[in-house]
């Protein structure tokens, strides 16, 4: 069995999908793993080190895809990709497949076997292949540190002869993976934290992590963990009672998400401008329209003196260790394919069959075939 992993073509992405320590796990398995040269460049991580952990690095990319049982990647393929992968072949990424119409079409036309990263259910034993949560979490260490770079103050509070300065106050709205690392990161340089999510569940954990939670009376769990669409109403009395904690905050990070929905707006221009002059925000959510009124996504807008920065692909500016926990995820998601180095997939394994996109020319997710099927 031989696994291929093409250099990423994406604009500004520096991850990879394989590191050298993980190209030695597969080898333990009897994988072989191809790279394409230069693949893991971006990463730090240079061609020699992979071919010492074992893998044979190519020039020629066609040769990638015509000898791969299975292509790894990080973001998903182009159009022009997608035709190169081996007919029946199995290609494990994110696929954005919300966004994704005409590559779904290609992967079922073609017969391809295409493994969301994205749809991997939230199962303990799935826990290790979990792409989403290594990723946001890189998010939202790197949100606070944006935050704390772009700030006009000390994070800490520091006694000095001078006299005291006073602790940075963030508000992070949003207590998933990503919200929880900002939190930690905010409290390990100092600053005071206050917290907000709707599901009830998040307040033990912003807690334990010595910051405060911002109580409402909106419950709003869905399944699998995740959040639901709040009602026009709620909405209504969420951004009443969230603009005085806004107000007070110096640093706002929102990581508010519904799963393939547009993000909540919860900070509007109001609360904006009623803030501090030099606040900051940093809007994880920019990517699917953002959780504030004003966010551009990738770029920074100032109002009212306050700076609002709407980053995408955060987990692509920690590449080295963003990419070592993604290469990690993706072994332990591929070892479940392989039996005594043969490509054996049971797709009746809840996690292959969960995290299945296409395969034999149908689109098994659902909703992705309602929205690629029903146009
Ligand atoms: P996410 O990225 O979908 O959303 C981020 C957060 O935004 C969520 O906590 C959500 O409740 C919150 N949110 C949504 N709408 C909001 C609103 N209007 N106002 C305030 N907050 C709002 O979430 P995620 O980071 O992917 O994690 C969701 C949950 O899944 C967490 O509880 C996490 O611990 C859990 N999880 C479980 C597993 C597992 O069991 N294997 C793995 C990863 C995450």
Redo the contacts with the bound molecule.
Sequence with gaps: MKIAVPKECAAGEQRVAIVPEVVARFGKLGVGVLIEEGAGAAAYQPDQSYTAAGATVVQDAERLYREADVVLRVQPPTIEEAHRLREGGIVVGFMAPHKSAELVKVFRNRKITSLAMELI????R??SM?A??SQ?SVAGYKATLMAAYRLSKFMPMLTTPTGTIRPARFLI????????QAIATARRLGAIVEA????P??KE?VQSLGAKFVQMD?Q??AA???????TEE??RR?QELIAKHVGQADVVIT?????GRP??I?ITRAMVAAMKPGSVIIDLAAESGG?CELTKPDKGVKFHDVEICGPVNMPSTLPAHASELYAKNMFHLVALMVKDGKLEPDWDDEVLRDSTLTRDGDIKHGPTRALVEGE
């Design positions: 259910p939230r199962i303990s799935a826990q979990d989403l949560s946001a709205i949003g207590v998933g993976v990503a919200g929880l907000y999510d709707v599901r569940d998040t954990q909106i709003a769990d699998g963990g995740y959040a639901r669409e709040l709620e909405k969420q990581t508010a998400a519904i799963p993000a909540p919860i959780n």
